[in-house]
């Protein structure tokens, strides 16, 4: 079976502490080694698009520079010429990349002869890639911060010199959209971005405090909507009580049912008749019995005079005769 890959047999400095072509440097003393070799990969060139190219064995600290020996992905489409570059002694540099900025300083005491932006004394990288020229365009510029925010050198230290490595074309875009003259210096411009990102972060404190606040007024108007609910459900359960549509059992299940629901509760009720006794119930019968369905005691109890009875004989003689055979002959 062919092998899927191969160990180059030298090593390669991944990264030391001296000041790199961008002007900031990375302090060997700060690297997190154990964070790279949990996942040691690299590319070609920092090509991520094109796959992992290899993976990194043997890496150690030695002295001031982080060495390692590359095990090359002969699968990958660019791993045999890419072996082949690195053997033949084409491909020597090693660059790290995506290096994750941990702490950083800007002291002066810090900075060596030539450096313009700042030390970074704390910091690991997520790949190391092999590439033509060491610290090329692809290799030392992207930086991040510990939540994998995309950092510049400007974020880093925001009135440095590096600023000037952007494209003038590009100062003068952002001079104008500060209202800034095209011939502001570097300095001024950096603290025009700098109190523009401390106005961003006050607003971002402000809208904080404000959804904060907000949060806390919900809360207690959830506790008032509740109390009220529980007040206007137990006015309700009262009334239904002393109307005699519910039963003391039933109130106490219905204050829990309905605990936080006092409109459905009220059209429940709304729909239940009140409690009428059977004795009740027979004397609004008898109050609302019509005359047709009168018996004779209820001609002479609603009708003492007797008039009704005498006009019953004349309009009525048969159901007359019934009246006075079941009053007098039943």
Same mark, same amino acid.
């Given at each position: 079976m062919t092998e899927k890959f191969k160990k180059?047999?030298?090593?390669?400095v991944l990264s030391d502490s001296s000041v790199n072509e961008y002007g900031f440097r990375l302090l060997t003393s700060g690297y997190q080694i154990d964070a790279f070799q949990k996942n040691p990969i690299g590319y070609y060139m920092h090509k991520r698009e094109d796959g992992i190219v290899l993976k990194w064995e043997d890496l150690c600290v030695d002295d001031d520079k982080i060495v390692g020996t590359p095990v090359i992905n002969l699968?990958?489409?660019? +791993? *045999?010429q890419t072996c082949d570059e690195a053997e033949n002694g084409f491909l020597n540099a090693a660059s790290v990349g995506h290096i994750v900025v941990l702490e950083f300083s800007n002291e002066k005491e810090l900075m060596l002869p +030539?450096?313009?932006g700042p030390t970074i004394t704390k910091w690991y990288n997520k790949e190391c890639s092999l590439v033509d020229i060491p610290g090329n365009c692809n290799a030392l510029t992207r930086l991040y911060?510990?939540?994998?925010?995309? %950092?510049? %050198? *400007?974020?880093?230290?925001i009135n440095q010199p590096i600023i000037k490595t952007l494209h003038q074309n590009v100062l003068n875009e952002i001079k104008e959209a500060l209202n800034l003259n095209s011939k502001t210096e570097d300095v001024e411009?950096?603290?025009a971005v700098k109190t523009i990102v401390g106005n961003v972060a006050k607003l971002e404190l402000d809208n904080k405090a404000l959804m904060d606040e907000k949060n806390q007024l919900l809360e207690q108007l959830e506790v008032i909507n509740k109390a009220k609910n529980k007040h206007e459900v137990g006015a309700l359960l009262d009334r239904a009580l002393e109307? +005699?549509?519910?039963? *003391?059992?039933?109130?106490?299940?219905?204050?829990?049912?309905?605990e936080n629901n006092a409109e459905g509760l009220k059209g429940l009720l709304?729909?239940?008749p009140a409690y009428r006794s059977i004795t009740e119930l027979l004397k609004n019968k008898n109050e609302l019995k019509g005359e047709t369905q009168w018996v004779w005691?209820?001609?002479?109890?609603?009708?003492?005079? +007797?008039?009704?009875?005498k006009e019953l004989r004349a309009n009525d003689p048969v159901r007359y005769q019934e009246l006075f055979d079941g009053k007098f002959f039943s």
């Open positions: 180059i047999e030298r090593q390669y699968s990958n489409g660019r +791993g *045999v +030539g450096q313009t911060d510990a939540q994998e925010n995309e %950092l510049n %050198l *400007v974020d880093l230290n411009l950096g603290a109307d +005699g549509k519910i039963t *003391v059992e039933l109130r106490d299940k219905l204050a829990n049912d309905y709304s729909a239940m005691d209820d001609y002479e109890k609603n009708d003492p005079s +007797g008039k009704k009875l």
